[in-house]
T-cell receptor, first 113, second 114 residues
Framework: GENVEQHPSTLSVQEGDSAVIKCTYS??????FPWYKQELGKRPQLIID?????GEKKDQRIAVTLNKTAKHFSLHITETQPEDSAVYFC????????????FGSGTQLTVLP | ETGVTQTPRHLVMGMTNKKSLKCEQH?????MYWYKQSAKKPLELMFV???????ENNSVPSRFSPECPNSSHLFLHLHTLQPEDSALYLC?????????????FGPGTRLTVL
């Protein structure tokens, strides 16, 4: 099955700086890669996703890049703000009829004021 | 409350107890999921229901028993649990399983097994 690894597990940045979280996946047939944000005590929520037919997608201060050859994808947050502090999970959708989400282990991002 | 709701939000039970977790979605979705979230571990998919039919059971011990009476409701029946089963149990739903559909999560049930 699919295996998703996520790094780093914790990340601290100064307000206004950029943050980058990286994930690798094992199933070369995976073709959908969502990112979820989970604030403390709250439910995970989708913030951005990318399909395998594009290499980059941007939505205001967040962007995701995908390298299918290397089987890795990254989340980029620019001009970070304190409200960006949360746990971020990457995920990959495996191939075949199952198409279940396999999540990374999460990155605790702390934006320091 | 709109979206995905879960009850109870917190549950403490002994190893010999039987309890049930409930999930309800008000989004008109056809797929529902149970996830286990333990500290410092990835979200673990437990069960998937698509149009009320169970399509995935990720090697979950039989002490966890799901039930999906209709597309809007999902239960997780618990019996003779172990302390290592203590975790946050998240329910999610999506329009349907097997395509590029966003999963909407409930707030979770924080389970403690004594």
């Amino acid at each position: 099955g699919e295996n998703v690894e996520q790094h780093p597990s914790t990340l601290s940045v100064q307000e206004g700086d950029s943050a980058v979280i990286k994930c690798t996946y094992s199933d070369s047939a995976s073709n959908y890669f969502p990112w979820y944000k989970q604030e403390l005590g709250k439910r995970p929520q989708l913030i951005i996703d990318i399909r395998s037919n594009v290499g980059e997608k941007k939505d205001q201060r967040i962007a995701v890049t995908l390298n299918k050859t290397a089987k890795h994808f990254s989340l980029h947050i620019t001009e970070t703000q304190p409200e960006d502090s949360a746990v971020y999970f990457c995920a990959a959708v495996s191939s075949g009829s199952a198409r279940q989400l396999t999540f990374g282990s999460g990155t605790q991002l702390t934006v320091l004021p | 409350e709109t979206g995905v709701t879960q009850t109870p939000r917190h549950l403490v039970m002994g190893m010999t107890n039987k309890k049930s977790l409930k999930c309800e979605q008000h989004l008109g979705h056809n797929a529902m999921y149970w996830y286990k979230q333990s500290a410092k571990k990835p979200l673990e998919l437990m069960f998937v229901y698509n149009f009320k039919e169970q399509t995935e059971n990720n090697s979950v011990p039989s002490r966890f028993s799901p039930e999906c009476p209709n597309s809007s409701h999902l239960f997780l029946h618990l019996h003779t649990l172990q302390p290592e089963d203590s975790a946050l149990y998240l329910c999610a739903s999506s329009l349907k399983h097997g395509s590029y559909n966003e999963q909407f999560f409930g707030p979770g049930t924080r389970l403690t097994v004594l």
